[in-house]
């Protein structure tokens, strides 16, 4: 795990230091691009533009039970900005075995059904399958889908908000007495985002997840967790189209989630890549 966050801040201090050697820009990469498809927590509803990829890396520790959790994630734009596929790829802490165990791999596809990141309002849905790669400590076992819509409105010329539902569904579970059944989550997030300065942005998240599990009986129980959680993120902004987004948060946990003091440390990568705009 520490090995883990040190190379986390490795590439955070790596961001800042390349921010300092780049060259002047020129022409519209002389000012800087606003930071937008980098909440920590939410979705924000803004598909990756035509030829430009994204890969975003987000360390949870949480300091109340010693467990972490890291997600790679790797956006890619189908011929243009309406049609976006991305995967995922989780490591978390288990409480038994290796320090590290790999999730359930999500696949998703994103559909920018209104707006785009220069427009007032922005809509996206998303379809996802998340495969079971994960032990079953972890939640694995089981093929999973969710559906999910995120809403984007630009409030004023400094605030940002930004609005997640979602459900999952996962057929065939077991559940625990010799048969199997399927169990529902519904999660929904909102946020604030103030541009405080087009490279410096103040966040505040905030998501509610109510879960379906078994119980030993095989009687099925539901449970809401609630993650409120404040953060900052800031951007560097290169002349050959690269920016790198490092931020910080310290997720906090009530109800289901009592107990909950987490460090997020998160760390985005967006360059173009010329060949996916080729004929």
């Known amino acids: 795990m520490r090995s883990a966050i040190r190379g986390l801040l490795v ?66 734009p189908l011929n243009g900005q309406r049609h976006q596929l991305s995967v995922t790829i989780p490591l978390e802490s288990a409480a038994t ?17 209104v707006g785009s990141g220069s427009t007032r309002l922005a809509v996206t849905p998303r379809l996802t399958v998340m495969f079971p790669t994960a032990a079953r400590a972890l939640g694995g076992g089981t093929l999973s ?20 539902a979602s ?29 405080v300065h087009q490279r410096v942005n103040l966040m ?14 095989g009687s099925r129980e539901r449970s809401t967790g609630i993650t409120l959680s404040p953060g900052v993120r800031w951007s560097s902004d290169f002349a050959n189209g690269l920016q790198i987004v490092p931020g910080l948060a310290l997720p906090i946990g009530f109800s289901a989630n009592e107990g909950q003091r987490g460090v997020l440390l998160y760390l985005s990568f967006e360059h173009p890549m010329p060949f996916l705009t080729r004929n």
Do not use: K
């Open 97 to 113: 075995g290796p320090d590290a165990a790999l999730g359930n791999v999500a696949l998703n596809y994103r559909l920018q059904l």
């Open 145 to 164: 889908y969710q559906a999910a819509l995120a809403a984007s409105v630009v409030s004023t010329p400094r605030l940002v908000l930004h609005s997640n």
């Open 167 to 195: 459900a999952t569904i996962a057929p065939g579970v077991d559940d625990g007495v010799g048969g199997t059944a399927s169990l529902t989550e519904f999660t929904v997030g909102q946020s604030a985002i103030w541009l």
């Open 11 to 76: 590439c955070l201090t790596a961001a800042s230091s390349l921010r300092a050697q780049q060259a002047p820009a020129r022409g519209r990469d002389a000012q800087a691009r606003p930071i937008q498809d980098n909440s920590f927590l939410l979705e924000e509803a803004y598909n990756q533009e035509r030829g430009v990829v994204q890969h975003i890396s987000t360390l949870v520790f949480d300091r109340s039970i010693r467990s972490w959790a890291y997600a790679l994630t790797d956006e890619w």
């Open 204 to 217: 505040l998240e905030a998501v509610a997840t109510n879960s379906e599990s078994f119980t030993g009986s």
